[in-house]
């Protein structure tokens, strides 16, 4: 069986990296793949390449900029007729958006479309709230699958809710990790002292971690607020470390300017390693509006590190409260801040909760059992 997935980057995003993990496990099952990425910096390119998957570059640099889309248009046409795929299989926005207009030129191949995030195609990372005219231009795209798999219960739902497809289109399948890799923590610790020298950095602080873009749906004004609470309140020594850029990154350093805790704060654009950024965070937070899932939530449950997020979207099909990680209500900051003392105190209940956390990863968001699903799928649609 031949498969050709497109996805708008092969940055290392959280989409990003599941469809590398998903592609290492279709090598084991005999797929050949082929992967056409629109923009990016090309971060997974090199690892694929090795494992002799094909990678082409489509330079769908500007969504709504006709020149670009035609090019892409041409480009993918071009690939398929050479590589005459059973299965293509589309990941992210842009990348439905361009394999529309492709399935409207040549359709002989079974078309997936994987939804990472509940919310539609033109509010992207903005907000996933309901709009008729929204919901419309939703069904326009889909409308060409033939399955569409929702990596979450919640992004289910959303679709169910808000779109007018076909039901039975509609897949529920978990993303799967690796969770041994993140268990060994001495195979990694000439790059945890690397880390804290690099940013000077004691053992002894409390270190509150975050990763995410810096974007709207990920609500980092919350966690800004909440850590200057935690601060004012218990005035434990720690650091604030947030991993991640996005168009908001200078308005939210001079919100931290403003609240006075911008010297408590790391900011790092991008760290190439996650499992030494969980190995370093006493906690970490996940403070988003909504999440398709949250592939970071499975590294830190994987980790063992505590976890606290919102009770709200994915990320309350993920944690269960007191069980193996903390859930607050939107936006409620005070909240938040005392547990981040909770945390603190490494009481034998959070100990318990990390153990909790790593063997609901290994029973539920098995990497190969992903796979497998996905293959079925395949196989039923093809």
């Not at 191949?109 to 231009?137: A, E, M, P, V």
């Not at 931290?256 to 499992?275: A, G, L, P, R, V």
């Amino acid at each position: 069986m031949r498969v050709i997935h497109v996805i708008s980057s092969l940055d290392k995003g959280g989409a990003e990296s599941q469809l590398v993990y998903l592609i290492q496990e279709q090598i084991k099952q005999n797929l050949e793949i082929n992967v056409c990425y629109l923009r990016g910096n090309s971060y997974w390119v090199k690892l694929l390449e090795s494992k002799n998957v094909k990678c082409h570059f489509l330079d769908y640099s500007k969504t709504l900029n006709i020149f670009s889309l035609l090019k892409s248009i041409i480009k993918m046409l071009l690939i398929i007729s050479k590589f005459k795929p059973n299965i293509i299989h589309a990941h992210l926005n842009p990348s439905e958006i361009l394999m529309f207009f492709v399935s409207l030129f040549y359709k002989k191949y079974t078309y997936i479309i994987s939804k990472h995030l509940d919310s539609f195609i033109i509010s992207g990372s903005d907000n996933n709230k309901s709009n008729f005219f929204y919901s419309l231009f939703e069904d326009l795209i889909l409308i060409r699958s033939d399955k569409i798999i929702c990596i979450s219960k919640s992004v289910f739902n959303f679709f169910k809710i808000n779109t007018f497809i076909a039901h039975k289109k509609l897949k529920h399948i978990y993303y799967g990790i690796d969770y041994k890799n993140y268990q060994n923590q001495n195979n990694r610790k000439s790059k945890i002292t690397e880390f804290y020298k690099k940013y000077k950095i004691s053992k002894k602080l409390f270190i509150v971690g975050i990763i995410a873009r810096l974007v709207p749906q990920k609500n980092i004004p919350l966690m800004l607020k909440s850590y200057k609470t935690f601060k004012e309140k218990y005035h434990l020594n720690s650091k604030l470390i947030i991993v991640g850029d996005g168009h908001l990154n200078k308005k939210l350093k001079k919100v931290s300017k403003d609240m006075k805790i911008s010297d408590e704060i790391i900011w790092i654009k991008y760290y190439e390693d996650n499992k030494i950024l969980f190995d370093i965070f006493d906690v970490f937070c996940l403070t988003s509006n909504y999440e398709g899932l949250g592939l970071v939530l499975l590294e830190a449950l994987s980790s063992g590190t505590p976890i606290i997020t919102v009770n709200r979207s994915a990320m309350q099909e993920i944690i269960k409260n007191n069980k193996n990680g903390f859930l607050i209500e939107p936006n409620d900051y005070e909240r938040m801040a005392y547990l981040l003392f909770m945390v603190s105190l490494n009481s034998s209940k959070i100990k318990m909760m990390s153990k909790s956390g790593k063997k609901l990863v290994k029973k539920k968001f098995n990497l190969s059992t992903m796979a497998h699903k996905v293959f079925k799928i395949y196989k039923n649609n093809y």
